[in-house]
């Protein structure tokens, strides 16, 4: 299923499959600097897509979700990615204190998990992905909120 207009795009995913071939295309798209945003209940499939991104550029360790670190620094294919969960996040001086602020050279991708936690201290989004849990599968939305984001939807 799909439906479209130049900064939208609505899925349904019957199964973990159609997450990790998204996240195959995705992988595809990125560009230094780009910061995505993904929104959903715990279990909705958040990390298993950066799993799935990690995988399709060559990665071949564990994939972990950052529950309690926040952060999990990535290098590969030549791309630099962070991998934020922040909802164990608990303020800003928790953020300040862990230097997170200077990881976002404008180099460095981030797919961040929970981002609400962080409003105002990390940068707008280019890619939003919202999963919904459905009985059987997931409900996808991917908002572009950039041109370097449109550039990447109109893409996938
Ligand atoms: N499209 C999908 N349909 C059904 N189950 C899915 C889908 N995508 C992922 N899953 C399953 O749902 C769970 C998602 O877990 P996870 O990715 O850790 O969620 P989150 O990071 O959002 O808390 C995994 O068990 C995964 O196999
Ligand atoms: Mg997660």
Same mark, same amino acid.
């Given at each position: 299923m799909h439906s479209h207009d130049d900064s939208r795009i609505s899925l349904i995913f019957v199964d973990e499959n159609a997450t990790i071939a998204l996240a195959q295309r995705l992988a595809a798209q990125l560009k230094p600097g780009m910061v995505i945003y993904l929104h959903g209940d715990l279990g909705a499939g958040k990390t298993t897509l950066v799993r799935g991104v990690l995988n399709a550029l060559g990665y071949t360790g564990r994939v972990k979700?950052? =529950? $309690? =670190?926040l952060i999990e620094p990535y290098h590969i294919s030549g791309l630099d990615l962070r991998h934020f &969960? /922040? $909802?164990? /996040?608990? &303020?800003e001086e928790e953020w300040e204190a862990a230097g997170f602020r200077d990881e976002f050279d404008g180099h460095n991708i981030f797919f961040i998990e929970w981002p609400e936690k962080a409003q105002g201290l990390i940068p707008q989004a280019d890619v939003e992905i919202i999963f919904e849990i459905l009985t059987q599968g997931r409900k996808v939305e991917i908002h572009a909120n950039t041109e370097m984001g449109r550039q990447c939807l109109e893409q996938l």
């Open positions: 979700s950052p =529950t $309690y =670190t &969960d /922040l $909802y164990r /996040l608990h &303020d």
